[in-house]
C-alpha cells in the first residue's frame, strides 16, 4: 500500500513538484492557520461577555481540525518524501527552509495542543466541536488539585503565546523567500507547490484549457 502511494507520488515529486495530497495539505492548512490568527486575534480584542466565548469557540472549532490534519500531514510527510528542487542546494538557505518547515510543524501541533489544554483547564467554558459539528471531548484534568490546574492553564497559555509569536515571525519569512525564489531567482520552487493546470501541448492531454485559436471549439 505504502510502496504504492510512493511510487504514484513519485511521479509528481520526480518532475520536482509536491504531490497533489501535499498540495492540498499545505493550501488548506495555510488557509486555517491564517483564518485562525485572525480569530484569535479579533476575540483577544472583544470585551468579556458573550460574543468572546462564541468568537473563541469558533476559534477552537477551526484550531482542532488544524491538529488532525497536522498528523495527517506528518505521516504522509514522513512516507512520502519531498521534491528535490532549485531550493535543494545546499548552504545556509536550504537549512533555514528546512528550519522553516520543522518549526512550522511545531506550531500546527503546539498550538491546537495548547489550546486545548488551555479550554480544558478552564472546565469547558463551551462545548468543543471540530469544525463546530463532531462533539470534542476535553482533556481529563478534573482529576488534578485546582492549583495544578492553574498551573498548566498559565503554562499553556504561554507555549499558545510563544508559538503565535514563532508563527507571525515565520510566515512572512517563508512567504518571502517563496517569492524570491519565484521572482528574483527564476527557481521552480513555488511552481512544485501550485496544483498542475497541463497545458493543451501537454503530451499527457486531457487538458480543459484550450488556448484560443480560430477553428478550435472552446470547452
Ligand atoms: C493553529 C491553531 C491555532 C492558532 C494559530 C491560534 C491562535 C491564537 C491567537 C492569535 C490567540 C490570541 C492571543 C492573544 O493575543 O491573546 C489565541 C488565543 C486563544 N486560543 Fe488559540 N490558536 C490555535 C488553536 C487553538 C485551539 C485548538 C484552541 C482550543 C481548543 C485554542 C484556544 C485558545 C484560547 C482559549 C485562547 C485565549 C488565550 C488567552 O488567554 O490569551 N486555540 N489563539
Ligand atoms: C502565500 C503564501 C505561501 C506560499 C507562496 C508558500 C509557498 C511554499 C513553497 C513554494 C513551499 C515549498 C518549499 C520547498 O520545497 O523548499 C512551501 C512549503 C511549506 N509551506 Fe508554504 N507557502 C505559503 C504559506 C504557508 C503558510 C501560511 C504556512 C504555515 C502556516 C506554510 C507552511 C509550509 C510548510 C510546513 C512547508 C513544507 C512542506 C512539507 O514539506 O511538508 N506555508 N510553501
Not at 512516507?79 to 533555514?96: F, K, L, S, Y
Not at 471540530?130 to 485546582?146: E, K, M, Q, R
Not at 509569536?165 to 510566515?171: D, E, G, P, R, S
Request: glycine share 8%.
Amino acid at each position: 500500500m505504502i510502496g504504492a502511494l510512493r511510487r504514484w507520488a513519485e511521479r509528481h515529486t520526480e518532475q520536482s513538484r509536491y504531490s497533489p495530497v501535499g498540495i492540498a495539505f499545505h493550501w488548506i492548512m495555510a488557509f486555517l492557520v491564517l483564518a485562525q490568527l485572525l480569530i484569535g486575534w479579533y476575540a483577544s480584542l472583544l470585551p468579556s461577555g458573550g460574543d468572546k466565548l462564541l468568537t473563541y469557540q469558533a476559534h477552537s472549532a477551526v484550531g482542532l481540525p488544524i491538529l488532525l490534519l497536522a498528523i495527517g500531514r506528518l505521516f504522509w510527510r514522513m512516507i512520502i518524501p519531498g521534491p528535490v528542487n532549485d531550493a535543494d542546494r545546499g548552504g545556509w538557505q536550504t537549512q533555514a527552509a528546512y528550519l522553516t518547515h520543522y518549526l512550522f510543524y511545531i506550531c500546527f501541533f503546539g498550538l491546537p495542543l495548547s489550546g486545548w489544554v488551555m479550554w480544558s483547564a478552564l472546565g469547558e467554558p463551551a462545548p468543543l466541536r471540530l469544525a463546530g459539528v463532531i462533539p470534542w471531548p476535553t482533556l481529563p484534568l478534573h482529576s488534578l488539585s485546582t492549583e495544578a490546574q492553574y498551573r498548566l492553564l498559565a503554562a499553556a497559555e504561554e507555549t499558545h503565546h510563544i508559538l503565535i509569536l514563532l508563527l507571525v515571525a515565520l510566515i512572512p519569512l517563508h512567504v518571502g523567500a517563496a517569492l524570491k525564489h519565484h521572482f528574483w531567482d527564476r527557481h521552480d520552487v513555488l511552481r512544485g507547490m501550485l496544483p498542475e493546470v497541463p497545458d493543451w501541448e501537454d503530451p499527457r492531454g486531457g487538458s480543459k484549457h484550450r488556448p484560443r485559436e480560430a477553428g478550435l471549439p472552446q470547452q
